[in-house]
């Protein structure tokens, strides 16, 4: 009989299975799940949530080329960029090109699947639904700091991205959420119908 899938039993993602391009691979990652192995323990979500920020992107962080800063972006797909926004939280991106051109998905959302014990020790005021809902609370929940930038999710490690704990649903297209540029590009994908999905209702729908 085959081993039921369940969060003691998740396939971490071989590079090879992630699809080539930002956009595809924003809406391959839909129903794909988080893994952090931690010193306390595992934590994982199902991803319910992603914005993808495509290549020559003026909203995206390599807009403007490669930095210190932004080199994470611009390695092969599937390396995270981990950065701080506005000095309070950390960002959960995804590479999503070849290795020398930028671009990248933003992680928004997660439903906690695994270790919501410890999600809660980080977010100890936040109910369920809001531990990992919206990419600042996700990072936190999930217990991701700047140290995981450039870190391989597709190989073994403390950081890394597994496969489905069972099917996604219906994928829904939006525009990108609290941008000033580009903001009318439908590259804001979500899982339908999840109560986990952040973003006001009418980009929930």
């Excluded at 794909?32 to 909203?59: F, N, Q």
Aim: aromatic share 6%.
């Amino acid at each position: 009989m085959a081993q039921k899938k369940n969060e003691s039993y998740i396939r971490c993602l071989h590079r090879t299975r992630l699809p080539a391009g930002t956009i595809e691979l924003a809406k391959y990652l839909i129903g794909k799940t988080l893994v952090h192995d931690t010193r306390a323990g595992r934590v994982s979500g199902r991803i319910v949530e992603t914005e993808a920020y495509v290549v020559g992107d003026a909203a995206g962080h390599a807009f403007r080329g490669l930095t210190p800063r932004n080199k994470s972006l611009f390695l092969d797909r599937g390396h995270a960029y981990v950065y701080r926004a506005y000095g309070l939280h950390f960002l959960v991106n995804i590479s999503s090109e070849v290795r020398g051109v930028g671009a990248g998905v933003l992680l928004r959302a997660l439903e906690p699947s695994g270790g919501i014990d410890l999600m809660r020790l980080r977010r100890p005021q936040a109910p369920l639904i809001d531990l990992a809902r919206g990419p600042g609370r996700l990072a936190q929940a999930m217990g991701i700091g700047n140290q995981h930038d450039g870190v391989n999710l597709c190989a073994a490690g403390p950081l890394w991205l597994g496969d489905s704990v069972r099917p996604a649903g219906e994928i829904g297209t939006s525009v990108r959420i609290g941008i000033s540029r580009e903001t009318r590009r439908l590259l804001r994908f979500y899982e339908r119908g999840s109560p986990y999905v952040s973003g006001p209702k009418r980009l929930r729908a």
